[in-house]
């Protein structure tokens, strides 16, 4: 079946411009994270979501960082006033539930200039 | 310290050897652990889970040591296609539950397999 989507995959923006980032998991998978990795570096917990409960902020670095899942299933994540310290590859993963295995997908490399 | 942490390499292992490296984390209430393999500019996708009387899949076998909070990863009759990065994963399960399922990174652990 379909793995993990995001789009878009390449996004080339100004300093200071917002960007949205979207994430469509894999059908029925009920959890879904955001992670971001920065080049020749390790992967970077954001955000989590599981099911209808209150997602886990914890990893998201400012407030200039947000993250929504409209009915339990797509995600976007919205970088406000984008920095150059902000391009990274940002991955999105699901899974079927809390502590299964998790799926990634292509990441969407950002590039602030 | 970092929670979770990797020799970064490259180990740069001939065709045909065998090739061994650890990861090391932090916090003792760490309970699930995982090699996942990450080619450039690519996804991370799951190698294997680690079980705490170790496993082997194939070449490839995973050791945890609890009393040492380490993971190791053994890759057998390395071959050309085994080039890559592995990144050791950990999750912990706080006795309240809060963070979830919230997977910890390594920086990797790259392989290079040569001719």
């Known amino acids: 079946g379909a793995g993990v989507s995001q789009s878009p995959s390449n996004k080339v923006t100004e300093k200071g411009k917002d960007v949205e980032l979207r994430c469509d998991p894999i059908?029925?998978?009920?959890?879904l994270y955001w992670y971001r990795q920065s080049l020749g570096q390790g992967l970077e917990f954001l955000i989590y979501?599981?099911?209808?409960?209150?997602?886990?902020k914890s990893g998201l670095p400012s407030d200039r960082f947000s993250a929504e899942r409209t009915g339990g299933s797509v995600s976007t994540l919205t970088i406000q006033r984008t920095q150059q310290e902000d391009s990274a590859v940002y991955l999105c993963?699901?899974?079927?539930?809390?502590?299964?295995?998790?799926?990634f997908g292509p990441g969407t490399r950002l590039l602030v200039l | 310290r970092k929670e979770v942490e990797q020799d970064p390499g490259p180990f740069n292992v001939p065709e045909g050897a065998t090739v061994a490296f650890n990861c090391t984390y932090s916090?003792?209430?760490?309970?699930?652990f995982f090699w996942y393999r990450q080619d450039c500019r690519k996804e991370p996708k799951l190698l294997m889970s680690?079980?705490?009387s170790g496993n082997e899949d194939g070449r490839f076998t995973a050791q945890l040591n609890r009393a040492s909070q380490y993971i190791s990863l053994l890759i057998r009759d390395s071959k050309l296609s085994d080039s890559a990065t592995y990144l050791c994963?950990?999750?912990?399960?706080?006795?309240?539950?809060?963070?979830?399922?919230?997977?910890?990174f390594g920086g990797g652990t790259r392989v290079l397999v040569k001719p």
């Open positions: 993963a699901s899974s079927l539930e809390v502590q299964e295995t998790q799926y």
């Open positions: 059908s029925g998978h009920t959890a």
């Open positions: 979501f599981q099911g209808n409960s209150a997602p886990d």
């Open positions: 916090n003792s209430a760490s309970q699930s």
């Open positions: 680690v079980y705490s």
């Open positions: 994963v950990v999750n912990i399960h706080p006795a309240i539950k809060a963070a979830g399922n919230k997977l910890t």
